[in-house]
């Protein structure tokens, strides 16, 4: 079995879900950084057609490598979410936005 790590970069992998984050979810990640209960769960909901659309090849590591990919999608999401904290507590944002601990990139309209 080829695990995702041979055959492809993961911080590239990690970088294209960021950079779909940013043009296509940056509104959605936004609104669950405001909230300010800290101690629910989220889940940042990701279209797997928008998905395929914004980048066919990750698209299909998804459906070739679910478990490997959907952790660099937590990873990458994870790294934006710091680097908006960031803006927020250096002033170079309006918004207070607030650490969320448990939160999960879930895809739906995934084809089977």
Request: with cysteine.
């Amino acid at each position: 079995v080829t695990q995702l790590s041979e055959t492809h970069d993961q911080d590239d992998i990690i970088n294209k879900f960021k950079q779909f984050l940013t043009q296509e979810m940056v509104s959605d990640l936004l609104n669950m950084l405001k909230d300010d209960d800290v101690e629910s769960c989220y889940s940042l909901e990701v279209n797997f057609l928008d998905l395929a659309q914004f980048d066919g090849e990750l698209s299909s590591l998804l459906l070739d490598y679910p478990k490997e990919v959907f952790k660099l999608f937590d990873e990458a999401a994870g790294i934006l979410q710091n680097d908006f904290l960031e803006l927020s507590e250096r002033g170079d944002v309006d918004e207070v936005f607030y650490d969320k601990e448990k939160f999960r990139v879930r895809v739906c309209n995934l084809m089977s």
